[in-house]
């Protein structure tokens, strides 16, 4: 996704509601002032959890992996309208050093070649979301056999080996079964047996035949004739975890884990899946974990470069430091206390993240004009109120000495991998939706 090049904060035209009568009502007037007011000074709780990061001159980092997506639904003009959703995912390999040599103001597009080439890996699918008919089934057989066939078949199903891997905790001595899931049909709860790509229904009335994609649940955000482009959305987000630890498990693979020392794995978004998605989420912090114990930490971060985090963020930045050029790096890693009670809009009957996120939120200030939100795994999640502490994030310290390094200069908190992964990843860049629908039209 691309960054909101917006620049300011929310609510600052408030003060436009002084040119409407409804001024005259006190409830109002106090109303607006109170909120003008907290903009002025947050509380001193927000302000002061703030540590300063004595940097080091070596940055031990010097490769980067980089994950982005994108997707858009398109209509054709028939009626009544087809549509479908095309899906586009790419990782990236960068060294800090070729970074360096590129100008962060206006990056001459020879330059932006030499980075990238020989260094990316796409992958793209296209999903019929309404009105495509299809001589072989249902929309919904075809959502799931597309989604199957995408990711078994491509990268000679290295993809396909992740999702396998995850599911059955493939780096175990001993490998498991898979995360529980319910059939499509007939909704009994199944489980893959280990290393399995398909099965068939134990169910024996309904012993349909099941993927292990089926596992991930896409089945859920569909009905017999139509999808919505939710599961477009869901599929990118799939996907992009699935090249990431494509090139973790790689890694992993390979007798000498040192390379986990100089390399970051940057996710576009946070670390987490939603709703039925959140079946893979106790399997990457079990990975995460089980690396940790065994002494290799993996560096991984996700920005957030939109929502309440971000808001949060840019209400209070200014008002932390550093303040000016001269002061270092400072961040905030926060708890679950602090995230609900002071970004969070609702209360919550279990920690914070819990269900669905393998990241911990962190507030970076890297200068005075640069802020972020990025996630930082911790391995098993930690389920307590006034957990983390910096010091349960992985290698928050080696992150935080390369953070600076990679800042971009053209949007205000942008990083510069993630642009680049934006560029490539985008579909506004390859076939436009114009060709797309002409396409449908035939
Ligand atoms: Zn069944």
Same mark, same amino acid.
């Given at each position: 996704?691309?960054?909101?090049?917006?620049?300011?904060?929310?609510?600052?035209?408030?003060? !436009?509601?002084?040119?409407?009568?409804?001024?005259?009502?006190?409830?109002?007037?106090?109303?607006?002032?109170?909120?003008?007011?907290?903009?002025?000074?947050?509380?001193?709780?927000?302000?002061?959890?703030?540590?300063?990061?004595?940097?080091?001159?070596?940055?031990?980092? &010097?490769?980067?992996?980089?994950?982005?997506?994108?997707?858009?639904?398109?209509?054709? &003009?028939? %009626?009544?309208?087809?549509?479908?959703?095309? /899906?586009?995912?790419?990782?990236?390999?960068?060294?800090?050093?070729?970074? !360096?040599?590129?100008?962060?103001?206006?990056?001459?597009? %020879?330059?932006?070649?030499?980075?990238?080439?020989?260094?990316?890996?796409?992958?793209?699918?296209?999903?019929?979301?309404?009105?495509?008919?299809?001589?072989?089934?249902?929309?919904f057989?075809?959502?799931r056999?597309?989604?199957?066939?995408?990711?078994?078949?491509?990268?000679?199903?290295?993809? +396909?080996?992740?999702?396998?891997?995850?599911?059955?905790?493939?780096?175990?001595?001993?490998?498991?079964?898979?995360?529980f899931f319910n059939c499509p049909y007939c909704e009994m709860e199944l489980e893959?047996?280990?290393?399995?790509?398909? %099965?068939h229904c134990i169910n024996s009335t309904c012993n349909k035949?099941l993927?292990?994609?089926d596992m991930?649940g896409f089945h859920l955000d569909m009905t017999e004739?139509?999808?919505?482009?939710?599961?477009?959305?869901?599929?990118?987000?799939? %996907?992009?975890? @699935?090249?990431?630890?494509?090139?973790?498990?790689?890694?992993?693979?390979?007798?000498?884990?040192?390379? +986990? *020392?100089?390399?970051?794995?940057?996710?576009?978004?946070?670390?987490? @899946?939603?709703?039925q998605?959140?079946k893979?989420?106790?399997?990457?912090?079990?990975?995460?974990?089980?690396?940790?114990?065994?002494? /290799?930490?993996?560096?991984?971060?996700?920005?957030?470069?939109?929502?309440?985090?971000? &808001?949060?963020?840019?209400?209070?930045?200014?008002?932390?430091?550093?303040?000016?050029?001269?002061? !270092?790096?400072?961040?905030?890693?926060?708890?679950?206390?602090?995230?609900?009670?002071?970004?969070?809009?609702?209360?919550?009957?279990?920690?914070?993240?819990?269900?669905?996120?393998?990241?911990?939120?962190?507030?970076? !200030?890297?200068?005075?004009?640069?802020?972020?939100?990025?996630?930082?795994?911790?391995? &098993?999640?930690?389920?307590?109120?006034?957990?983390? @502490?910096? *010091?349960?994030?992985?290698?928050?310290?080696?992150?935080?000495?390369?953070?600076?390094?990679? /800042?971009?200069?053209?949007?205000?908190?942008?990083?510069?991998?993630?642009?680049?992964?934006?560029?490539?990843?985008?579909?506004?860049?390859?076939?436009?939706?114009?060709?797309?629908?002409?396409?449908?039209?035939?």
């Open positions: 996704m691309a960054y909101n090049s917006k620049g300011g904060l929310p609510f600052e035209s408030a003060s !436009k509601l002084g040119h409407l009568y409804l001024m005259n009502s006190e409830w109002i007037n106090s109303l607006v002032k109170d909120f003008e007011a907290h903009y002025a000074s947050p509380s001193s709780t927000v302000i002061s959890n703030w540590i300063e990061f004595n940097g080091n001159p070596h940055n031990s980092i &010097d490769q980067i992996w980089v994950v982005d997506g994108s997707y858009v639904p398109v209509q054709s &003009d028939a %009626m009544p309208p087809k549509e479908v959703a095309f /899906v586009k995912t790419a990782i990236l390999n960068i060294s800090e050093t070729s970074l !360096k040599s590129i100008d962060k103001y206006n990056p001459h597009p %020879m330059d932006l070649q030499k980075v990238m080439k020989d260094s990316a890996l796409f992958h793209s699918t296209v999903l019929p979301l309404r009105n495509i008919k299809s001589s072989r089934g249902t929309n057989e075809t959502v056999n597309i989604i199957f066939e995408s990711i078994k078949v491509d990268e000679k199903g290295e993809y +396909f080996e992740t999702l396998k891997w995850l599911s059955y905790q493939k780096w175990l001595d001993t490998p498991t079964n898979s995360p893959f047996t280990v290393n399995s790509d398909e %099965m035949e993927y292990l994609t991930i004739e139509k999808a919505t482009d939710g599961i477009a959305s869901a599929y990118m987000t799939i %996907m992009e975890h @699935l090249m990431l630890f494509t090139i973790i498990r790689l890694y992993w693979n390979r007798g000498d884990k040192t390379q +986990f *020392n100089k390399t970051l794995f940057i996710k576009d978004g946070p670390l987490s @899946l939603n709703s998605y959140v893979l989420v106790p399997r990457i912090r079990d990975f995460l974990q089980f690396a940790k114990e065994k002494g /290799v930490l993996i560096n991984i971060i996700g920005q957030e470069k939109t929502g309440k985090f971000v &808001d949060h963020l840019s209400t209070i930045a200014r008002y932390v430091k550093p303040l000016d050029r001269n002061e !270092k790096l400072h961040y905030h890693v926060l708890t679950h206390a602090y995230v609900e009670s002071e970004v969070q809009d609702k209360p919550s009957t279990i920690n914070y993240g819990k269900r669905s996120n393998w990241g911990e939120k962190v507030f970076v !200030k890297v200068d005075p004009v640069t802020q972020l939100v990025i996630n930082v795994p911790t391995g &098993d999640y930690l389920d307590s109120k006034n957990a983390p @502490l910096p *010091n349960e994030l992985i290698n928050l310290e080696a992150i935080l000495n390369i953070l600076p390094n990679l /800042v971009s200069r053209r949007f205000s908190g942008g990083l510069y991998p993630i642009e680049l992964a934006n560029g490539i990843a985008s579909l506004s860049s390859y076939p436009s939706a114009k060709i797309l629908q002409q396409l449908l039209n035939e």
